[in-house]
């Protein structure tokens, strides 16, 4: 499905047709939980098929709603725009953009705190009615998100991108170079004609640095996987230690909610306060800086998450409170807005108009990557062995952020811009939100 939105429907027309399919696993999800499906032996069958069901929504969903959030954005480069209160300010798109994708995510782990809610309902009333809920909140979102239809930028879908990027990567592959692949080079060589495709009029040099361009942005999620594998923790692992903790009545189970809660807390100060001072610095706390960061971060908390399983392990059993467990769930917070908010970020940015949902899709299928791996070392993710995967799993997220940084560190310099469109001559290489000189209100730059 990750080429259908950019090659067939269009973002929009995906996301009607994903949202019966995970409509139709919810429904599933529901009836095979109640009370009769239970006694009926339904229950197992109903909850994997509703599982594939709400996985084919999701998949649709995921890929085109970020991309179709940062594509409201239809300003282009930079330009001056005078306030209403007299200041003259820069309108600037890659931050603009930037700050759509934070608050995105913010409102999109809003729903994340419904947990707080399903779990005691689960507790009292079963798992039928917990699940009921995600079912009309979502019937009801997509209620308004259709009748408010027409105030949304809808792009179009345009032919077949994945086909044509593939060819363009071939010529690219033959040539042994993109720059070599580029219709004026193969002009000047006269060896145009051995290829059909970069006859064709949409074979521009353009389009080949756009190609190259999203491919870029693909390389800079392969090592996305180590930090997720560090990221699904929260939901298994980190859950299980809660649980040999001292509990005091609280569930272990809502500790997770934590890092949700974090996160809502930490977005708009870091949006409203840490970024703003940052640009008025002079400090560029740019995309391949940030993903960094978060990268370091989940190894501190896995680092936090070690030590606190020795102590757990050398301590009476139920001894120690389980709100210690807290600062790995403030490093967890953090790493997720530097790692994920920037990654989705990068692959709208980086990623040609006509491939976003797809560069998008690659980006999410690394969370799934991440996860396959947590569960290929289930083995070893049990007691007593959780110290030493804790350790492993913080030298793999520092080992990996650090390759990271080693790999794209030149983006830094401006050397290869994240942007690249019809204005990409006249627009400064893409900073973030860290950039010198910026304001904090909707990408404006003073």
Same mark, same amino acid.
Request: proline share 5%; aromatic share 12%; with cysteine.
């Given at each position: 499905m990750t080429g259908y939105p950019d090659q067939y429907l269009g973002k929009y027309k995906t996301i009607l047709a994903s949202s !019966?399919?995970?409509?139709?696993?919810? =429904? /599933?999800?529901?009836?095979?939980?109640?009370?009769?499906?239970?006694?009926?032996?339904?229950?197992?069958?109903?909850?994997?098929?509703?599982?594939?069901?709400?996985g084919i929504g999701t998949g649709g969903l995921k890929a085109c709603i970020a991309p179709m959030c940062g594509e409201q954005n239809t300003e282009k480069g930079q330009h001056v725009e005078t306030l209403e209160t007299g200041e003259t300010v820069l309108v600037d798109h890659d931050l603009t953009t930037a700050r759509i994708f934070m608050w995105y995510y913010w409102a999109a782990n809003v729903g994340s705190l419904s947990s707080l809610l399903t779990v005691e309902i689960e507790n009292h009333k079963g798992f039928w009615l917990a699940y009921l809920? !995600?079912?009309?909140?979502?019937?009801? =979102? /997509?209620a308004v998100f259709v009748g408010f239809n027409h105030k949304i930028k809808k792009s179009r879908p345009q032919g077949s991108p994945i086909l044509d990027a593939t060819r363009a990567l071939m010529i690219g592959f033959k040539e042994k170079s993109f720059d070599k692949a580029k219709p004026s080079s193969l002009r000047a060589r006269e060896r145009l004609h051995r290829y059909k495709f970069a006859q064709e009029e949409r074979y521009t040099d353009l389009y080949v640095e756009q190609v190259k361009s999203g491919l870029l942005a693909c390389k800079y999620f392969l090592l996305f996987p180590f930090y997720f594998i560090c990221w699904t923790q929260i939901f298994?692992?980190?859950?299980?230690?809660?649980?040999?903790?001292?509990?005091?009545?609280?569930?272990?189970?809502?500790?997770q909610n934590l890092e949700t809660i974090f996160m809502l807390s930490f977005i708009p100060i870091l949006d409203l306060m840490i970024y703003p001072a940052l640009r008025k610095a002079g400090i560029s706390f740019n995309p391949i800086l940030r993903i960094f960061v978060g990268f370091m971060c989940a190894a501190l908390g896995m680092v936090y998450a070690c030590v606190l399983q020795y102590f757990i392990y050398h301590r009476p059993e139920n001894s120690i409170p389980v709100w210690i467990q807290a600062p790995s769930y403030v490093f967890g917070a953090l790493s997720e807005i530097f790692v994920i908010v920037t990654g989705l970020e990068v692959a709208f940015l980086k990623a040609p108009d006509n491939l976003r949902a797809f560069v998008s899709s690659i980006f999410w299928i690394t969370i799934a990557l991440g996860a396959a791996i947590g569960i290929a070392l289930a083995p070893v993710s049990q007691d007593p062995y959780m110290v030493w995967t804790y350790a492993g799993l913080a030298i793999g997220a520092f080992v990996a952020g650090c390759v990271f940084f080693v790999c794209f560190r030149h983006s830094i310099s401006g050397e290869v811009p994240l942007t690249v469109g019809l204005e990409a001559a006249e627009e400064p290489s893409f900073n973030g939100p860290g950039a010198a000189g910026s304001d904090p209100l909707s990408g404006k730059v003073a």
């Amino acid at each position: 499905m990750t080429g259908y939105p950019d090659q067939y429907l269009g973002k929009y027309k995906t996301i009607l047709a994903s949202s !019966p399919i995970y409509i139709g696993g919810l =429904v /599933l999800l529901v009836a095979t939980a109640t009370p009769a499906a239970i006694r009926a032996g339904a229950s197992m069958g109903g909850l994997v098929s509703s599982m594939i069901l709400i996985g084919i929504g999701t998949g649709g969903l995921k890929a085109c709603i970020a991309p179709m959030c940062g594509e409201q954005n239809t300003e282009k480069g930079q330009h001056v725009e005078t306030l209403e209160t007299g200041e003259t300010v820069l309108v600037d798109h890659d931050l603009t953009t930037a700050r759509i994708f934070m608050w995105y995510y913010w409102a999109a782990n809003v729903g994340s705190l419904s947990s707080l809610l399903t779990v005691e309902i689960e507790n009292h009333k079963g798992f039928w009615l917990a699940y009921l809920v !995600p079912l009309l909140v979502f019937l009801v =979102v /997509l209620a308004v998100f259709v009748g408010f239809n027409h105030k949304i930028k809808k792009s179009r879908p345009q032919g077949s991108p994945i086909l044509d990027a593939t060819r363009a990567l071939m010529i690219g592959f033959k040539e042994k170079s993109f720059d070599k692949a580029k219709p004026s080079s193969l002009r000047a060589r006269e060896r145009l004609h051995r290829y059909k495709f970069a006859q064709e009029e949409r074979y521009t040099d353009l389009y080949v640095e756009q190609v190259k361009s999203g491919l870029l942005a693909c390389k800079y999620f392969l090592l996305f996987p180590f930090y997720f594998i560090c990221w699904t923790q929260i939901f298994n692992n980190l859950i299980s230690q809660a649980g040999s903790m001292k509990l005091g009545g609280t569930p272990n189970d809502l500790m997770q909610n934590l890092e949700t809660i974090f996160m809502l807390s930490f977005i708009p100060i870091l949006d409203l306060m840490i970024y703003p001072a940052l640009r008025k610095a002079g400090i560029s706390f740019n995309p391949i800086l940030r993903i960094f960061v978060g990268f370091m971060c989940a190894a501190l908390g896995m680092v936090y998450a070690c030590v606190l399983q020795y102590f757990i392990y050398h301590r009476p059993e139920n001894s120690i409170p389980v709100w210690i467990q807290a600062p790995s769930y403030v490093f967890g917070a953090l790493s997720e807005i530097f790692v994920i908010v920037t990654g989705l970020e990068v692959a709208f940015l980086k990623a040609p108009d006509n491939l976003r949902a797809f560069v998008s899709s690659i980006f999410w299928i690394t969370i799934a990557l991440g996860a396959a791996i947590g569960i290929a070392l289930a083995p070893v993710s049990q007691d007593p062995y959780m110290v030493w995967t804790y350790a492993g799993l913080a030298i793999g997220a520092f080992v990996a952020g650090c390759v990271f940084f080693v790999c794209f560190r030149h983006s830094i310099s401006g050397e290869v811009p994240l942007t690249v469109g019809l204005e990409a001559a006249e627009e400064p290489s893409f900073n973030g939100p860290g950039a010198a000189g910026s304001d904090p209100l909707s990408g404006k730059v003073a």
